[in-house]
């Protein structure tokens, strides 16, 4: 079947512009996460959601970090004012549940300019 | 908190050896769920395997093995007759209570024909 997909794949802003990211889960993938990968930083968890509750927003590194998640399957990750240091390479994952391995999309590699 | 330590950043290996990858892990949770992924050149990480806590048998899947040790906290990755197309970033991986996952730093295996 079709595994977890995100778009755009490369996204090249100005600073101070805002950004939103997608991904779209495996079907019948009750839980994503959002992580972001950068040189620095390695492999870092931003945001997860289970079903209908609330989100863990524990990883957001600010308040120009949003997500959604609507109607229990696409996600959408919003960067609001893009700084250089949100450079990265953000990546989307499912899984069926909480203790199951999670699955990772390609990637979307966003540069601030 | 949870912490994964890859000790080892680069291995370089001549196709047909052995190489093991180290992992150290540490969490105060008592069920807990380990991970390898691949991530080739490509960039889109793959699921290798998930181990529980409780479950200490090693596993070989092919070339691949995996040595689980409570007692030392480790979960040891070994290539066997390593070849070309191993080469990639590996990342050891642990998830706790909080259902999000903590990487390792990854260690970059390049192996040379």
């Known amino acids: 079947g079709a595994g977890v997909s995100q778009s755009p794949s490369n996204k090249v802003t100005e600073k101070g512009k805002d950004v939103e990211l997608r991904c779209d889960p495996i079907?019948?993938?009750?839980?994503l996460y959002w992580y972001r990968q950068s040189l620095g930083q390695g492999l870092e968890f931003l945001i997860y959601?289970?079903?209908?509750?609330?989100?863990?927003k524990s990883g957001l590194p600010s308040d120009r970090f949003s997500a959604e998640r609507t109607g229990g399957s696409v996600s959408t990750l919003t960067i609001q004012r893009t700084q250089q240091e949100d450079s990265a390479v953000y990546l989307c994952?499912?899984?069926?549940?909480?203790?199951?391995?999670?699955?990772f999309g390609p990637g979307t590699r966003l540069t601030v300019t | 908190a949870q912490k994964v330590t890859q000790a080892q950043t680069e291995i370089s290996v001549v196709e047909k050896e052995d190489v093991t990858l180290d992992c150290v892990y540490e969490?105060?949770?008592?069920?807990?769920?380990l991970f390898w992924y691949k991530q080739p050149p490509s960039g889109e990480l793959v699921f290798l395997i998930r181990r529980n806590s409780f479950d200490e048998q090693n596993e070989i899947s092919g070339r691949y093995s995996w040595n689980f040790q409570k007692s030392t906290s480790s979960f040891n990755f070994t290539i066997t007759a390593s070849q070309v197309v191993d080469s990639a970033v590996y990342f050891c991986a642990l998830r706790g209570n909080d259902y999000k996952l903590s990487f390792g730093a990854g260690t970059t295996v390049t192996v040379r024909a």
């Open positions: 959601f289970q079903g209908n509750s609330a989100p863990d």
């Open positions: 994952a499912s899984t069926q549940g909480g203790i199951y391995e999670q699955y």
């Open positions: 079907s019948g993938h009750t839980a």
């Open positions: 969490t105060r949770d008592t069920t807990y769920y």
